[in-house]
């Protein structure tokens, strides 16, 4: 059974950083795909970032200089390291993993329970 915890979410004011972590149970994660998706209220959830496989990564436009993923195998955890936090940064943030390439959330099998960013102005 694959299992994901997020961790790290919180209240930040705006110009401000936090860094997220997803923790998952399984050693095969070194070879998917780990993506992080948000989604805010009375919206869908949307692409934020992702690591392939081989650590290469890709970004939203949205947040491209502003946040950074990355993954340590050895703890089998990948982490997005949010800086110059806005407002409309504000929402749930979820980690996902899936044999992917992709920044459609429909690719991705497995998901976390999510965590709360919320960035004051």
């Known amino acids: 059974q694959v299992h994901m915890v997020e961790s790290g979410g919180g209240l930040v004011q705006a110009g401000g950083s936090l860094r997220l972590s997803c923790a998952a149970s399984?050693?095969?994660?070194?070879?998917?795909?780990m993506g992080w998706f948000r989604q805010a209220p009375g919206k869908e959830r949307e692409f934020v970032a992702a690591i392939r496989w081989n650590d290469s990564s890709y970004y939203a436009d949205s947040v491209k200089g502003r946040f950074t993923i990355s993954r340590d195998r050895g703890k089998n955890t990948v982490y997005l390291q949010m800086n110059s936090l806005k407002p409309e940064d504000t929402a749930v943030y979820y980690c996902?993993?899936?044999?992917?390439?992709?920044?459609?959330?429909?690719?991705?099998?497995?998901w976390g329970q999510g965590t709360q960013v919320t960035v004051s102005s």
């Open positions: 399984r050693r095969t994660f070194s070879s998917y795909t």
């Open positions: 996902a993993a899936g044999r992917t390439t992709g920044t459609d959330r429909r690719e991705y099998n497995y």
